[in-house]
């Protein structure tokens, strides 16, 4: 498509449960990126993926996130046993290329609340 | 601490005057970004300065670069209420294989009318 695409807009989850979030990247992209942003504030880089292998996971807590792009499908962010400061918004950014270069386009993100 | 550190953190202005929003930053780059976010909507690039320029101009907005300082400054002249939003800067930092892009805290940017 023309716009990244993030579903759902809104996820709810109790704390320990689990939250998949889904983002489908602009057509032709080969880069994938994932943030976080609490509070409005700044925007914490998570992984980013070239086309379905992971590129860069310096920023991923692993012992609960997990994140995949594969051939034909979204990509997916996971997080298992939520935790109350998971509550933030999710975005995800597709580029042509990576870093130099190459603007990334931001989709809408999902809203993650945890209770 | 967090590469691209804007200030000042919030920004009120009324329309018609410029607003000015810093960057700094603690790595080498190959380029600085600056992005713009309205209320619960994604981010939106504005503009891409490269290390080797010191200027850079997009309507109304003026980016300058003095990588010796380690900075940037944006510049929003004749600002309209329609500009109210966070502003981020964005730098790649190297790493093995590639980049990721550092975002800061961004600056709160509200026009008024």
């Known amino acids: 498509g023309e716009e990244v695409a993030q579903t759902p807009k809104h996820l709810v989850r109790g704390e320990g449960q689990k939250a998949k979030l889904y983002c489908a990247p602009i057509?032709?992209?080969?880069?994938v990126f994932w943030y976080q942003q609490v509070l409005k504030n700044e925007f914490k880089f998570l992984i980013s993926?070239?086309?379905?292998?992971?590129?860069?996971e310096t920023g991923m807590p692993k012992e609960r996130f997990s994140a995949k792009c594969l051939p034909n499908s979204p990509c997916s962010l996971e997080i298992q046993a939520t935790k109350l400061e998971d509550s933030a918004v999710y975005f995800c950014?597709?580029?042509?290329?990576?870093?130099?270069?190459?603007?990334?386009?931001f989709g809408p993100g999902t809203r993650l609340t945890v209770l | 601490s967090q590469q691209g550190e804007e200030d000042p953190q919030a920004l009120s202005i009324q329309e018609g005057e410029n607003a000015t929003m810093n960057c700094s930053y603690k790595?080498?780059?190959?380029?600085l970004q600056w992005y713009r976010q309205n209320s619960g909507r994604g981010l939106v690039h504005l503009i891409l300065?490269?290390?080797?320029?010191r200027e850079k101009h997009s309507g109304r907005l003026r980016v300058t670069l003095d990588t010796s300082k380690k900075s940037s400054s944006l510049l929003i002249t004749a600002s309209r209420a329609a500009d109210t939003a966070s502003y981020f800067c964005?730098?790649?930092?190297?790493?093995?294989?590639?980049?990721?892009?550092?975002f800061g805290a961004g600056t709160r940017l509200f026009v008024k009318a």
């Open positions: 950014a597709s580029s042509l290329g990576q870093g130099a270069y190459n603007e990334q386009f």
């Open positions: 057509k032709g992209h080969s880069y």
């Open positions: 993926f070239q086309n379905e292998n992971v590129f860069d």
């Open positions: 790595t080498s780059i190959n380029n």
């Open positions: 300065i490269r290390s080797n320029e």
């Open positions: 964005a730098t790649d930092q190297r790493n093995t294989g590639g980049f990721k892009t550092i």
